[in-house]
């Protein structure tokens, strides 16, 4: 049973690397081709706020909260998930939890269908590391990696989006992947 659980998350490494390569570009492409484009969400009614706040600088707080969120789903989503490293996960977890809940205090309700997302991406995985912690198996491993997914995938989105003002997030997401 051990050896099922070790085939699993050998293959996640590659597959997160893909996904980080795929992000990246798209992230690239973003920052490219879409200089110009007002976000959506934005009140075109005040005309002289509206340059300063529709795009944060590299080095303001929600593109430095952003640049620490993405360092800690990392974290998270590079465990070997198997039998005894619920605390782990649970520790890395929490860190996430925090450091969304202070990016999306910066953001202003920006990027409000991301972060709910990726919160409920977290909810899923907190459900799966109790099932795994209170009864290891290799059905709750499975559960736990793909619960992982989610988090990856709903984070990659936050992520994606966040890079289209925040250049420094998607700049430094692929070092040490």
Do not use: F, Y
């Amino acid at each position: 049973m051990l050896e099922s659980m070790r085939r699993i998350t050998a293959i996640r490494p590659p597959r997160w690397q893909a996904v980080t390569v795929a992000a990246g570009a798209a992230l690239l492409a973003a920052a490219c081709g879409s200089s110009g484009t007002p976000a959506g969400g934005s009140s075109p009614s005040t005309t002289s706020a509206a340059p300063s706040s529709a795009a944060p600088s590299p080095t303001s707080a929600v593109c430095q909260d952003a640049a620490a969120l993405r360092a800690s789903i990392d974290t998270l989503t590079h465990v070997q998930v198997g039998q005894g490293v619920g605390d782990e996960i649970k520790s890395d977890l929490a860190d996430v939890r925090a450091k969304l809940n202070t990016l999306t205090t910066q953001a202003h309700g920006q990027w409000q269908s991301q972060t709910s997302a990726l919160s409920a991406a977290l909810d899923k995985l907190q459900t799966a590391v109790s099932n795994l912690t209170s009864s290891p198996s290799a059905s709750t491993v499975s559960a736990t990696v793909s619960a992982l997914r989610g988090v990856s995938a709903a984070a990659g989105s936050l992520l994606t989006a966040i890079g289209q003002r925040c250049p420094s997030v998607s700049a430094s997401a692929s070092p040490g992947m």
